[in-house]
Every structure is written in structure tokens, then in C-alpha cells.
């Protein structure tokens, strides 16, 4: 199977069911992937990323003007979407990153692995190196300044624990919002009954204290358009033709 075909064979769960809060000064009038960039939504690139890695199986995770983005997906099915297999589903409440993902296990029956990415996160690779992975891992980058962020702690690439966002300054690794993981974790770990929960908070750490999680380090570009600063790089980015 080459690689390619390891990465067909998986689903990608993206999550785009969050309010957008920090970015509405800038971005108010349509929900964060669809801020515009030169005329076109944000989630437009990601899609035509991900596609050129290789994915062809997307479930996207939606709460917030969800009408919204499904009608731009279907606008896409004969465009970057083409011969694609896109499926949504609307959270009645938000679920948090972590009950999002198990509302999905359960009602599309999952029973293989699956990749899970951030629809706000632009990383320009990282699938084919998840895809290839037998367990679960995460993709890492390493940024000049880890406060905004948090850090992820590594020891030969296995992920041993996590530093929450303004505990610490300077360079590190972070967590790229690009992961592979399996549908039993969810069923194995200790999870609030009450969702949601975080992904993040509550199933990344229980991985790393089992010596389950492992990361792949990347060195490619990373754009969180979460804030305006950086909703702003990314226009910016591209205005450049990418070569900032």
C-alpha cells in the first residue's frame, strides 16, 4: 500500500463547531472557516491542503453557524470536494473538542483509526507521516514562543506530558491541531460523563501517562487564525504567495 493509499483509507474529522470568540473583532459576519482570504473562505485552502496530502474521507464537527459552512461545502463538491465522500454533523449543544469526536465514534460507527485536525489551524503537512503511524500520535511544531500555546514535552519524539498555555515562555514544541487516534481510546479512558469535555485536557495527557502517544515533528508553516494578529498573517501569507 503506498502512501497515499494509507492516508484514503482514513477519515478525517474536522472540528468546526467553535464560536470564533477571539477573532470577532476581525471576522464577525461568517463563522471562523469561513473568514475570508483574498476573496475566498479560509476553510477553501484548508480543504485543497488536505486534499493534495492525500485525504478523501471528511466528516466535519459543527455547531456554530453551521448552515453556513454546510452550504459552502456543497458548493465544493465540484470543486475541491470532487470525488470526495463528505458527511457533517450538527452538535444540538457545543460538546467541546473531545465529546464532538465521541458523538462522531458513535453515530458513524467508527471502528478504525481516524485523523482529527483543527479547521482553524493551517499546517502545510503532517498527514502521510499520522497516516503511516500504527498508534496514536500527534503533529508537533516548534514555535519561538510556547505561551500562547502551551508546550508539548518529548523524549525521543514519545510525548511524556503537557505544559498549559502561560506556564512557561520561550521556544518549544506545540501541538500542531493535527492527530491520528483510535476509536478504543475513547472507550478506555476516563471520561466525563457530563460532555463535553476537551480532547486536549482529558485524552492527550491519559495517552502520554500511558506511554501511548507519540509525536511527529514537523517544520513546515503553522497558522493558528484564532486571534486577529494571526488571521492576519495568514492573509498576508498568501498575498505573498506563501513565502513568508
Known amino acids: 500500500m503506498n502512501k497515499n493509499s494509507k492516508v484514503e483509507s482514513l477519515k478525517m474529522l474536522v472540528l468546526a463547531g467553535g464560536f470564533g470568540s477571539r477573532l470577532q473583532s476581525a471576522v464577525s459576519d461568517v463563522p471562523k472557516p469561513l473568514a475570508p482570504v483574498q476573496g475566498m473562505p479560509f476553510l477553501k485552502f484548508q480543504l485543497d491542503n488536505w486534499v493534495s496530502q492525500g485525504v478523501r474521507s471528511f466528516v466535519f464537527l459543527l455547531h456554530h453557524r453551521a448552515e453556513m459552512i454546510i452550504d459552502f461545502l456543497k458548493s465544493e463538491m465540484v470543486g475541491s470536494l470532487l470525488n470526495c ?9 457545543p460538546m467541546g473538542t473531545g465529546g464532538a469526536i465521541v ?29 503511516e503511524m500504527e498508534g496514536c500520535g500527534m503533529a508537533a511544531i516548534y514555535v519561538d514562543n510556547i505561551e500562547r500555546y502551551g508546550s508539548v514535552n518529548l523524549i525521543d519524539n514519545r510525548v511524556v506530558s503537557f505544559s498549559e498555555k502561560g506556564d512557561k515562555t520561550g521556544g518549544g514544541w506545540i501541538n500542531a491541531g493535527l492527530c491520528k487516534l483510535m476509536p478504543e481510546v475513547f472507550l478506555e479512558a476516563t471520561v466525563p460523563h457530563d460532555l463535553p469535555f476537551s480532547l486536549e485536557e482529558v485524552i492527550f495527557p491519559q495517552l502520554a501517562l500511558k506511554s501511548q502517544f507519540y509525536a511527529v515533528p514537523l517544520s513546515g508553516t503553522f497558522i493558528d487564525i484564532g486571534i486577529p494578529e494571526d488571521y492576519q498573517r495568514f492573509c498576508t501569507w498568501i498575498v505573498s504567495k506563501r513565502k513568508l
Open 103 to 131: 458523538q462522531a465514534i458513535n453515530k458513524l460507527s467508527i471502528t478504525e483509526g481516524f485523523l482529527v485536525t483543527n479547521a482553524d489551524t493551517w499546517l502545510s503537512g503532517g498527514v502521510v507521516e499520522l497516516a
Open 85 to 93: 465522500e463528505v458527511k457533517w454533523i450538527i452538535e444540538g449543544k
